[in-house]
């Protein structure tokens, strides 16, 4: 657990800034009483350097800035978990998630994510929406997929060396779609592994814009 919160500290001191893209959430909700917690972590990355200096000759920017984040989740009902979920890229606020499939009973589990988040550094409010679809592969393991719809601060603009962080106050709006796999470790009785994450999530998310980045993160949760 030590080590858990060490590498989820050391990370934020690390990364400063970016724009995050990337959903990280099967469509499953914790179970009623219950609570789930986790910290990503996501970087862009080009298939080669020509699409990064197209991009910036356009005038789009890149993306550039890696990112970090973290979500607390509560289980209020079967369906319904309420939390709060924040990002460097887009700030801090309440978060909301609903299950309206169910693979019990459907082929895939299907849920939807609200998001509402103010961001200090550019003054303003950040917006995201996610529509994910999911499927358990066994007890411990899931892969999951959809889109996401997000108002955040234009970080492309950091490509630019005259542009500084506090620079950044225009927010835009962006899409992206991703895939992704989550896995879970069998508890240990024993709790010899005490210090190791209960999960481990892995996602890639392309956004849906010219010249755009591919966005490869990972979650640790408990």
Not at 5 to 26: H, K, M, P, R
Not at 51 to 69: E, I, Q
Request: proline share 6%; with cysteine.
């Amino acid at each position: 657990m030590r080590a858990f919160f060490l590498t989820a500290v050391s990370l934020l001191f690390l990364l400063n800034s970016g724009c995050f893209l990337g959903t990280f959430q099967t469509a499953q909700t914790v179970p009623p009483g219950e609570v789930n917690y986790g910290f990503y972590a996501d970087m862009p990355v080009y298939f080669n350097k020509s699409d990064k200096d197209a991009s910036k000759d356009k005038g789009l920017g890149a993306f550039v800035t890696p990112n970090v984040g973290g979500y607390l989740i509560y289980g209020a009902s079967p369906g319904l978990n309420f939390g709060l979920r924040g990002s460097l890229g887009e700030g801090i606020g309440p978060f909301a998630k609903f299950r309206f499939l169910d693979e019990s009973v459907m082929p895939l589990s299907g849920a939807a994510t609200f998001t509402i988040g103010y961001h200090p550094v550019a003054q303003g409010i950040s917006l995201r929406s996610d529509l994910i679809f999911s499927r358990m592969l066994s007890s411990y393991s899931s892969i999951y997929f959809g889109w996401t719809f997000l108002r955040s601060p234009d970080y492309r603009k950091l490509a630019n060396k005259d542009i500084k962080i506090e620079d950044v106050q225009e927010f835009k709006y962006f899409h992206s779609l991703f895939v992704g796999v989550d896995l879970k470790r069998r508890p240990d009785e024993n709790d010899e592994l005490g210090w190791v994450p209960f999960g481990l999530t892995i996602e890639l998310a392309v956004p849906l814009v010219k010249y755009p980045a591919l966005f490869f993160g990972f979650q640790l949760k408990r």
